[in-house]
């Protein structure tokens, strides 16, 4: 148990090493949290109201920090393509430049290899976006969001980091290639972004795809809010997409000469 | 090392972005008709600067600044503005270009209303006045947080070498 705890410390340098160098890390902690922050800051902090619709009032107030939070989440929309990029750096190119030989030459399992990989990217964003919010709340918001609401968009974040990384992994070892991982990457975000401004698309649909923006939708109860039933449904089939995408990798991978 | 470097960037960050949208200013418009006031709710944590005009030019308007919960209380509650107890009131004004004083970081509320029962389409701007300074001191404690942390594996690393280099002219 030692050992392979050693081996996988080991891997994980070497993953710091190369894939999440200097400054590479530091500038994806700085990309997301300038995002946030701007968004927050510059479009989160007013609303309108007025006696002839008394309720947004009421709403407005109960609901300043959804609002808020919505706003600064509004920015990952974008910065999510992060992932596909981070995952051919990480992924893709121990293919092109023959790294794999070397990481191979250590006794660890390609499973290991692969979900250390894989699952760093996903932790790194996710912690990075996770503290974005936890950091701004304290010190941008008036008023606190509640823990419900928090709890919700955490995990409708992991889960979209971690179905765009899925994605993107299995391009990754399907091609072997840097650019087609990242532009496959952003095929898929694209599809996701057009279906979001798509009038009548199914909102299970779109709870699937795009867990965060559907979790945002819902704590404001915006236009586009989906049902709890919706709610809950789809974020369990989008983990279990998840779970079978990277299974598929991890099979492919198994067989993939390096 | 690479932590502190990381809590560091985030710091300096943070401090960047205090300074560059922390007054960044809010606008928005409101409509008042017959018996129909209206407002804008905004989050505010300095004194701000008001600008608000009607979009043609001229009318009639009164402007009364709430703290946010008492804004809400009175409208929803009261559908008035009677009862409330504004932090600053201007009555019968055809404009508004003034600084106006908040007693801290909250939830404010721009209110109007039309005397005359006119239609009006009122344009209105709010500047904060001073960088965000609780996302600014925020921004310095991490970013110092990051530069300790820095130091600190640095002289543990240095004191590691050194130790390791004696230890090696030792048993030499």
Redesign the interface.
């Known amino acids: 148990m030692r050992a392979r705890l050693r081996r996988l410390y080991s891997l994980l340098r070497i993953e ?1 090493g190369v894939s999440w160098r ?1 400054p590479i ?2 500038g994806v ?2 990309i997301l ?2 995002g946030f ?2 968004n927050t ?2 479009s989160g ?8 619709y ?2 947004s ?2 709403n ?2 109960d609901r ?1 920090a959804p609002m ?1 939070l919505h706003s600064g989440m509004m920015s990952f929309n974008a910065l999510v393509l992060l992932a596909p990029i981070l995952v051919a750096i990480s992924v893709a190119r121990p293919f092109e430049d023959g790294f794999y030989r070397t990481h191979l030459t250590l006794p660890v399992k390609r499973l290991t290899l692969l979900f250390t990989k894989a699952g760093l990217v996903i932790l790194i964003l996710a912690t990075l976006i996770s ?1 974005a919010i936890m ?1 701004t709340i ?6 606190l969001p509640t823990a419900a609401d928090l709890f919700l968009i955490i995990v409708a974040i992991w889960l979209f980091i971690a179905l765009q990384v899925s994605i993107s992994t299995l391009i990754a070892v399907q091609t072997k290639k840097l650019t087609a991982t990242v532009i496959g990457g952003i095929v898929f975000w694209s599809v996701n972004m057009s279906l979001l401004g798509l009038e009548g698309a199914p909102s299970l649909a779109i709870v699937i795809l795009n867990p965060m923006n559907a979790a945002t939708e819902f704590i404001i109860q915006g236009f586009r809010a989906p049902v709890i039933e919706d709610l809950q449904l789809g974020l369990v089939v989008s983990l279990m997409i998840v779970v079978v995408l990277f299974i598929l990798s991890f099979v492919i991978f198994e067989r993939t000469e390096v | 090392m690479r932590l502190g470097k990381i809590v560091f960037v985030v710091g300096v960050v943070i401090i960047a972005s205090a300074l560059m949208f922390g007054n960044y200013p809010l606008s928005g418009s409101s409509i008042v008709y017959d018996d129909t006031s209206s407002g804008i709710i905004f989050s505010a944590y300095s004194d701000i600067h008001v600008e608000v005009i009607p979009n043609d030019g001229n009318g009639v308007f009164s402007m009364y600044l709430l703290d946010g919960i008492d804004a809400n209380n009175t409208v929803v509650q009261n559908k008035s503005i009677t009862l409330a107890t504004p932090l600053a009131q201007f009555e019968n004004i055809t404009s508004f270009d003034d600084t106006l004083m908040l007693p801290g970081l909250g939830v404010y509320a721009l209110y109007f209303t039309s005397p005359e029962s006119e239609f009006l389409n009122l344009h209105i701007s709010v500047y904060p006045l001073h960088a965000n300074l609780r996302v600014l001191s925020g921004g310095i404690v991490i970013a110092s947080l990051g530069l300790i942390i820095i130091v600190s594996s640095w002289g543990l690393k240095k004191k590691r070498n050194d130790e390791c280099l004696g230890q090696t002219t030792n048993s030499v």
């Open positions: 710091f200097f890390l530091e902690a700085a949290f300038f922050l701007l800051l510059v902090m007013k609303a309108n109201f007025s006696t002839g008394t309720q009032v009421f407005f107030l300043l808020m503290s950091i304290p010190l941008a918001y008036p008023l």
